[in-house]
């Protein structure tokens, strides 16, 4: 048999956000920011996940998390600068990051421990990305 009073309060809220807290001292209004505040880093983690490619990991330690959770804002803001700066190039983030991971740098280690190192010869559309964000273009020296 149905619980119609349960199937009643389903069919109440279908198609609403109900926001459940334990701030009681924070207005309505700060909530809802702090959730939209949230809603926008679980959008980055999402970005981080598809468009920068850094899978999810679990960490139990509290420093792993800490660092973890830094990577992933670190990318975050990579991606909004690229996407505030590129945006008057008509570049999307997506687009400049697929240019700059074909950016590649090189190290190897010879037979008699000697090292070799080299950094991919740069196109013209990857010079221009560097310049259009407003950042040195990589150079081997530097690296």
Do not use: W
Not at 8 to 16: E, P, S
Request: proline residues 5%.
């Amino acid at each position: 048999m149905l619980d119609q009073r349960a199937l009643d309060r389903a069919r109440m809220m279908d198609g609403k956000l109900l926001l459940v807290t334990n701030m009681a001292d924070h207005e309505p209004e700060q909530i809802v920011e702090r959730y939209r505040a949230l809603a926008d880093i679980e959008r980055g983690f999402r970005v981080l996940k598809s468009d920068i490619e850094i899978a999810p990991v679990y960490h139990r330690l509290p420093d792993r998390i800490r660092a973890h959770a830094l990577i992933c804002f670190l990318a975050l803001v990579l991606y909004r600068v690229l996407r505030l700066k590129a945006s008057d190039h008509k570049l999307s983030p997506t687009r400049a990051l697929e240019i700059a991971r074909k950016i590649q740098f090189h190290q190897v280690l010879l037979h008699r421990r000697e090292t070799a190192s080299g950094l991919t010869k740069l196109k013209p559309e990857q010079r221009d990305l560097f310049e259009a964000i407003g950042l040195p273009a990589p150079a081997a020296s530097r690296l």
